[in-house]
C-alpha cells in the first residue's frame, strides 16, 4: 500500500528516470567524458582478451599467454577506475541534500560467484535498509568491494595460465569474470548519472578534478579524455 501523507515525497524519482531524464549543462558534459574514457579503457581490455582467445582457439598458446598478461594490465586499469569512482562518490555523498534512489543488483546479471554472491547481500540489505542514504552508500561500497574481488580474481586466473600451457579452467574463469566486470561497468554507469543528478551544482568541479577531469570551457566543448586516461 503507497503511503499517502507529507512524509511521502511525489517528488521521488525511480533509477529508470534518473537514467532516461537529460542531464543539464555541464552534469551532461561531465557524465560523458567520464564514462567516455570508462568505455575507452574497456573495449581495449575487451578486444585484448579476444585477441587471447582468438590464438588460444588457433592453437598458438605462446602467444596467447604473452597477450593475457596484456589484458590483465587492461583489466586493472578499468577496475581501479571504477573503484576509484566509488571512492570518490563515497567521499562526496556528504554534499547531498537528497539521496538518489538505487535497484539492488540483480544475480542474473552475474555469472560468476563473486558477482552473484555480491548481488544476494545486496538484496538481502536492500530489504531492510529504508533510506534512500543506506541504500545508496551500500550499493556504492559493495561494488567497489566486487571490483576489488573480481580483479584478484582476473590476475589469478591469467597467472594459471601463464603457468600452464594448456589449462581449460582459468581460461573460462577470464571470460566470466569479463562478463561481471561489464555488468559492474553498466552499474557504475547508472550510478553516476544518477549522483550527478543529485550532487550540488557548486560541488560538481570538486568531484570531477578528484576523478582527474577539469572542468574548462575547453574541455566540456572539445569532449577530452579524462586527464588520468594515460597509459
Known amino acids: 500500500m503507497l503511503l499517502k501523507g507529507p512524509w511521502a515525497s511525489s517528488s521521488r524519482r ?3 528516470e534518473d537514467w532516461i531524464s537529460a542531464l543539464p549543462g555541464e552534469k551532461r558534459q561531465t557524465f560523458e567524458l567520464i564514462v567516455a574514457d570508462w568505455e575507452s579503457v574497456y573495449a581495449m581490455m575487451s578486444v585484448a582478451l579476444d585477441d587471447s582467445l582468438s590464438l588460444k582457439a588457433r592453437g598458438d598458446m605462446v602467444c596467447a599467454r604473452q597477450q593475457i598478461t596484456v589484458t590483465a594490465e ?6 581501479s577506475r571504477l ?3 566509488c571512492d570518490v562518490v563515497a567521499l562526496h555523498s556528504r554534499h547531498l541534500r537528497s539521496f538518489p534512489s538505487v535497484d539492488p543488483l540483480k544475480t542474473d546479471f552475474f555469472r560468476g560467484s563473486i558477482g552473484q554472491s555480491a548481488a544476494s547481500w ?12 543506506s541504500r545508496f552508500r551500500h550499493k556504492v561500497r559493495i561494488l567497489s568491494d566486487t571490483l576489488r574481488r573480481l580483479d ?4 589469478r ?9 594448456r589449462p581449460i579452467q582459468p581460461w573460462d574463469s577470464l571470460d566470466c569474470i569479463h562478463y561481471d566486470l561489464n555488468t559492474c561497468l553498466r552499474e557504475n554507469e547508472v550510478l553516476l548519472k544518477s549522483f550527478l543528478r543529485a550532487l550540488p551544482a557548486q560541488h560538481l568541479a570538486a568531484f570531477a578534478l578528484d576523478l582527474g577531469l577539469t572542468l574548462s570551457p575547453a574541455s566540456l566543448t572539445g569532449h577530452t ?3 588520468s586516461a594515460s597509459a
Not at 586466473?157 to 600451457?165: P, Q
Open 152 to 155: 584478484v580474481e582476473f590476475h
Open 14 to 16: 525511480s533509477v529508470s
Open 74 to 79: 587492461l583489466f586493472e586499469r578499468i577496475s
Open 122 to 133: 545486496n538484496r538481502i540489505l536492500h530489504r531492510v535498509l529504508f533510506a534512500d542514504r
Open 83 to 85: 573503484i576509484a569512482f
Open 225 to 227: 579524455r579524462l586527464s
Open 157 to 165: 586466473a591469467a597467472a594459471a595460465v601463464s603457468r600452464d600451457s
